[in-house]
Nanobody, 125 residues
């Protein structure tokens, strides 16, 4: 199983970036996928998730209304569209997948079995 995260970069505050997570080696439609992020010196933080069945989406309060997560099961990809970026969004962003995700634990990184390598997002003020 491989998850490949891409799309990070340097952007000014107020700008946008689109992150992609490409999956291989798994039955993608059976997996819930999430984005987490980790800033220097901080703990890993849930950002957004999209469930396998039904495609319901969930967001951290800090990104709600600015970020949009979506999935394309035909292309085995999940996209995180990030708008109105703020300096506090600066972090390494990781995508993660889980086949047995419990809804109540959707924000718990321990529930995710597979992880991508991370992509760095830097937002300048």
């Amino acid at each position: 199983v491989q998850l490949q995260a891409s799309g990070g970069g340097l952007v000014q505050a107020g700008g946008s970036l689109r992150l992609s997570c490409a999956a291989s080696g798994l039955t993608f439609r059976s997996y819930s996928v999430a984005w987490f992020r980790q800033a220097p010196g901080k703990e890993r933080e849930f950002v957004a998730a999209v469930r396998s069945s039904g495609g319901s989406t969930y967001y951290a309060d800090s990104v709600k209304g600015r970020f949009t997560i979506s999935r394309d099961n035909a292309k085995n990809t999940v996209t995180l569209q990030m708008n109105s970026l703020k300096p506090e969004d600066t972090a390494v962003y990781y995508c993660a997948a889980s086949r047995t995700l419990i809804l109540s634990a959707i924000r718990d990184f321990r529930q995710y079995h597979y992880w991508g390598q991370g992509t760095l997002v830097t937002v300048s003020s």
